[in-house]
């Protein structure tokens, strides 16, 4: 008697290991999010793209001023010309010299506002009273000027703050880059602007009150507002 054949069932093979995603097709992934201002393509506006870094570009020195701009660029390569931060500064490029780039007409700034502080020379003790004039240009996407002088305020408050205040002209600067670093992506640019107005060998008059120095005046479309006001 025939006993029946019984028919084993094979298993199907497994499915093939998934390739590795190509680092071709990752930029270029990368690249349409950085397209974003693009017609029809909505932005993101708490995005920021990886390659964009912080860039410091001097535009004009005199013997009483300095003007600087500080932004956000999309960079692709770096020259001799440029130091590239590293560790906590990473993000941060500084060009040595100024680009033919950086002199081209820029729209008028959204936000202006203007300070002065009191400095003393270490090495003759001489005092002077500087201008430090600071604009904004913000987002594309932001367009809210109510919330533009927020940003600003938000942005001038923690950059004066007494307990941290830069002593000197490098550590002001420095701290403006790190604000935009680690910040304010509302923010996409901002020139910096020093000039001495006076100096004198005698400390400036000290008022009868302590007041907090920040009457500042914000420029916005030929109107006059005030940021800051002063308090006892």
């Known amino acids: 008697m025939l006993s029946p054949t019984v028919k084993r069932m094979e298993r199907p093979p497994p499915p093939p290991t998934p390739p590795k995603p190509d680092r071709s097709q990752q930029q270029s992934g990368n ?3 950085q397209n974003s201002n693009e017609p029809g393509v909505v932005p993101v506006p708490s995005q920021t793209p990886d390659e964009e870094q912080v860039v410091m570009t001097p535009l004009g020195k005199t013997n009483t001023s300095t003007v600087l701009l500080i932004e956000r660029k999309l960079i692709q390569s770096v020259g ?3 130091h590239v931060a590293g560790g906590d500064h990473r993000g941060i490029i500084i060009n040595k010299t100024a680009e033919e780039q950086s002199n081209r007409q820029r729209e008028p700034a959204q936000l202006s506002l203007e300070f002065r502080v009191f400095l003393v020379s270490a090495n003759s003790g001489q005092h002077s009273q500087e201008s430090r004039r600071i604009k904004f240009w913000f987002r594309p996407w932001f367009t809210s000027e109510d919330v533009q002088a927020q940003v600003a305020q938000d942005f001038f408050r923690e950059l004066v703050s007494p307990k941290e205040f830069p002593r000197d002209y490098v550590g002001f600067i420095k701290k403006i880059m ?55």
Request: glycine letters at 4%; a positive charge.
């Open 31 to 33: 690249k349409a999010q």
């Open 80 to 82: 001799e010309r440029t």
């Open 178 to 232: 790190k604000q935009m670093q680690k910040g304010y992506n509302e923010i996409q640019a901002i020139e910096i602007e020093l000039r001495i107005l006076e100096q004198t060998s005698a400390p400036p008059s000290r008022p009868c009150k302590y007041r907090v120095p920040a009457i500042l005046d914000v420029f916005r479309c030929g109107f006059n507002r005030s940021l800051f006001s002063t308090s006892n």
